[in-house]
């Protein structure tokens, strides 16, 4: 089955500078987008998985953007464009801290079940 994602981009961009005018009137539709948003190059990364290459000289120089993008007062392109790599990196590109917890069950559920609240 051919990836899908690519057509869905320009889609997205254009809903992003819409919501981002109607986020003048409405405040709180501004602060909506980011996390779809977030979500959005989530998937992007599970789906070209395999060309990605994770790499802590990468992460590193995405970091040194991230400071410099919010320097100069640019934190919502810093948290779409740099933050994702750096926590995929972290997450997926780094050793675990010890082989035997992924044998004693996947806990992430439960420990947002109980400190969501």
Same mark, same amino acid.
């Given at each position: =089955?051919?990836?899908?994602?690519?057509? &869905? %981009?320009? $889609? +997205?961009?254009?809903?992003?500078?819409?919501?981002? #005018? /109607?986020?003048?009137?409405?405040?709180?539709?501004?602060?909506?987008?980011?996390?779809?948003?977030?979500?959005?190059?989530?998937?992007?990364?599970?789906?070209?998985?395999?060309?990605?290459?994770?790499? =802590?000289?990468?992460?590193?120089?995405? &970091? %040194?953007? $991230? +400071?410099?993008?919010?320097?100069?007062?640019?934190? #919502? /392109?810093?948290?779409?464009?740099?933050?994702?790599?750096?926590?995929?990196?972290?997450?997926?590109?780094?050793?675990?801290?010890?082989?035997?917890?992924?044998?004693?069950?996947?806990?992430?559920?439960?420990?947002?079940?109980?400190?969501?609240?």
């Amino acid at each position: =089955m051919p990836k899908r994602f690519p057509w &869905s %981009i320009p $889609l +997205v961009c254009i809903g992003t500078v819409g919501v981002w #005018f /109607v986020g003048g009137i409405i405040p709180i539709v501004r602060e909506v987008i980011r996390p779809v948003l977030l979500f959005y190059i989530g998937m992007g990364y599970w789906i070209y998985r395999e060309h990605i290459k994770l790499n =802590m000289k990468y992460m590193l120089l995405a &970091s %040194i953007a $991230l +400071v410099l993008l919010f320097f100069f007062k640019l934190g #919502f /392109v810093a948290t779409l464009l740099c933050f994702p790599y750096i926590m995929m990196t972290l997450w997926f590109g780094c050793d675990q801290c010890n082989s035997k917890i992924g044998k004693l069950g996947n806990y992430s559920y439960g420990i947002y079940l109980w400190g969501y609240p």
